[in-house]
């Protein structure tokens, strides 16, 4: 089924831009507990077999890739994470046992920031990060077009839109400097970052930021993120608005609901309550669910139609309903998030992570 | 959308429900109203559903015309249930609106006569093992009743205590002004001759006001004008005794030293006297239930209503009811 008008099919002389994919690992990629010391000593020292993957997820790697190459186009998937690199042995045989194929994983250097006695960089996150994206992105085909994944553990919201907004040159060196210094990022950290963002290419490629809501984090605090961010509650609402962009097909969909039913108990009623939650924030149009919904109910994946239901899709078909929410949320922002009202609500909370033993 | 501190709190109280069970709750009300408040906490949108309906029943409104709409949440609620697309209704709004709107949309089980609005209170316990709770019924679905609709109410509630408390044989209770079996008027001697002869009752006699708070009876079985007063005059005390505790902490600071001391029993006290700690009182009589919350209801009593609301659907507390009556015809 289509979900959208087909683009205009490249031309040999000009391939279709490459996607590139970048994925959080920890609570994004994997169930990775570290809530408490012992939860985070026994992640560390967790075998391949015994990491558990969030339901879905997997499916949904594969299914990019796989699409794209499909549709003629190179999808490149990598993974930046916090994490040191000495779980990575793990990490690469989790990712081979789970099948993902990945062009490329970036650790953290924790070993190395503990020998230079810079103990604050062990929990800061943030210039690490904007360092690795825009290093890949250096690295990557310069029209390559990017899809961010995080959560709502880290500040992943908050690193992916600064990353956004200075592709698109909303974001100048001076307020990202500000910025950085604002967050206590390391000042040689900083200049890194401002030296790297001043090379990236000033085109708008970011299409979407995904935050997997794995602590349940209440959507409204992303609204400050613009529409670009959207937080989703499990990878069917994920694969969904993929789907509805272009860039999943509808049996991609299909296939990881499907998932989340057999491995993960979930239920029909379950999976509709997830589309509804996604048209009512507005990420779905209702015309569009209905479309997308069909199909997955004849294959039994969702529940079939009540009555009223049914009297409500035949008023979408003949134009007479008008939902409140009758238009989707708009993809594109004008120009850079407030990141001052960002940060003065980002702060309190991320403090409060890192006290409670979450990471800022 | 009924309630003191509707959609706010029920929203909220939905949606910690949602977070710690696997209870599908569906949230009849405005839709664009009940989203505004989701958005703003932490919920589970797999397990929470939205009936959309643009009407609400005020809590000052009269009762029998209000159900007449049939865009109010609470009808659109109770239909729903009525029509098998949920099993229970929880509602926090106008109490003789939910007790109507059940009489119009669910039936009666056979051999009722009238259905009864019962409430959990704290009592005392009486020996070890016991439930911390007593049920009374009815505090409001009726005024007036004969002695039939009496032995009926401690039918319905024996079978209640049973499937909630897990109370295998609950001591009922008759409210009265006297322990002698001749008190209290025609129609209470004649329940009280009833329920003494009662197969499958366990029947402890008349209970006097004093004895409420006591473990004697674990259902208390009284017509719905005195069982209301009785329930509200519980409730005030209990708030009286709480406002008159903190004021005497201000009033001298020996007193303020003497209740940081006993903080923890106060504490204790007001958790057990706390209505929200109970959920809702079940309206009883009808194939399906309707838990009723304390229309000052804040999020943690409308969780707490809404689990009740399930386990009395898991424990399929109307077919027990309905096997009690069949038994006792």
């Known amino acids: 089924m289509r979900l959208r008008r087909a683009r205009t099919p490249p031309t040999p002389s000009r391939p279709a831009p490459p996607l590139l994919c970048r994925w959080d690992l920890d609570k994004t990629y994997l169930r990775s507990e570290f809530d408490t010391l012992r939860s985070l000593l026994r992640t560390a020292f967790e075998k391949a077999e015994d990491k558990i993957d969030v339901p879905g997820v997997a499916e949904l790697i594969k299914a990019l890739k796989a699409t794209a190459e499909r549709r003629g186009r190179t999808a490149l998937v990598y993974f930046v994470s916090a994490s040191p690199p000495q779980i990575g042995g793990a990490i690469r045989k989790k990712l081979e046992l789970d099948g993902i194929p990945y062009d490329g994983i970036v650790f953290k250097d924790q070993l190395g920031h503990i020998k230079r006695g810079k103990l604050r960089n062990l929990r800061e996150h943030v210039g690490f990060k904007l360092a690795e994206l825009f290093r890949g992105r250096l690295e990557a085909p310069p029209d390559a077009r990017e899809l961010l994944f995080g959560d709502d553990w880290e500040s992943d919201s908050l690193i992916y839109s600064l990353y956004a907004d200075i592709l698109a040159g909303h974001l100048a060196a001076a307020p990202l400097t500000a910025i950085l210094m604002r967050i206590r990022v390391d000042p040689l950290l900083v200049a890194e970052v401002i030296d790297l963002a001043t090379r990236v290419s000033g085109r708008d490629a970011v299409e979407r930021i995904f935050i997997n809501l794995e602590r349940r984090t209440p959507p409204a605090t992303f609204r400050l993120f613009g529409p670009r961010v959207v937080p989703t509650f499990n990878y069917f609402q994920t694969a969904v608005v993929l789907a509805v962009m272009g860039r999943l097909r509808l049996e991609d969909v299909t296939r990881i609901g499907t998932v989340l039913v057999e491995r993960s108990g979930y239920t029909a009623r379950r999976l509709d309550n997830s589309l509804d939650d996604l048209v009512r924030r507005g990420y779905l149009t209702l015309p569009a669910a209905e479309r997308l919904a069909a199909p997955l109910r004849a294959t039994g994946l969702l529940s079939l139609p009540t009555p009223r239901t049914r009297w409500r899709r035949m008023l979408v078909r003949l134009g007479r309903w008008r939902p409140r929410r009758s238009k989707a949320r708009p993809v594109t922002s004008a120009g850079a998030l407030d990141y001052d009202a960002i940060l003065a609500r980002v702060q309190p909370a991320a403090r409060h992570a890192a006290a409670s033993g979450g990471t800022p | ?329």
């Not at chain 2, 408390?165 to 004649?190: D, Y």
């Open chain 2, 1 to 329: 959308m009924g309630g003191d501190h509707a959609p706010d709190e029920v929203v909220k109280g939905v949606a910690q429900v949602s977070l710690a069970t696997d209870i599908e709750c569906v949230l009849v009300g405005d839709e664009s109203r009940i989203q505004a408040v989701l958005e703003g906490v932490s919920y589970n949108p797999e397990h929470i559903s939205i009936l959309h309906s643009r009407d609400a029943i005020g809590m000052a409104e009269e009762p029998r015309e209000a159900v007449k709409r049939r865009d109010a949440s609470l009808v659109v609620g109770v239909r729903a249930v009525a029509e098998g697309r949920a099993d229970a209704v929880v509602s926090a709004g106008n109490t003789g609106a939910c007790i109507l709107a059940c009489a119009k949309h669910f039936r009666v089980l056979r051999g009722i006569r009238r259905a009864a609005l019962a409430s959990v209170y704290p009592r005392q316990r009486e020996h070890p093992g016991q439930d911390s709770l007593a049920l009374i019924l009815d505090v409001g679905a009726t005024v007036r009743c004969d002695a039939e609709e009496l032995v009926q109410f401690a039918v319905m509630g024996s079978a209640y205590a049973r499937r909630i408390s897990k109370v295998s044989s609950p001591a009922v209770g008759l409210l009265n002004m006297g322990s002698e079996e001749m008190k209290g008027g025609e129609t209470l001697v004649e329940a009280h001759r009833r329920l003494r002869q009662f197969p499958g009752i366990n029947f402890v006699g008349n209970v006097e006001g004093n004895e409420l708070v006591r473990g004697r009876a674990d259902v208390i079985v009284c017509e719905g004008f005195v069982g209301n007063v009785a329930l509200k005059l519980i409730e005030g005390v209990s708030e009286v005794l709480y406002d008159i505790t903190s004021a005497a902490g201000e009033r001298r600071v020996a007193w303020r030293l003497g209740l940081r001391l006993l903080s923890r029993g106060i504490e204790r006290l007001r958790a057990l006297t706390d209505y929200t700690q109970y959920g809702g009182s079940p309206i009883l009589g009808f194939e399906h239930l309707l838990i009723k919350c304390h229309g000052r209801s804040e999020a943690h009593a409308i969780r707490n209503a809404v689990k009740v609301a399930a386990k009395a659907v898991r424990d399929r507390v109307p077919a027990e009811i309905a096997d009690a009556v069949t038994a006792s015809r």
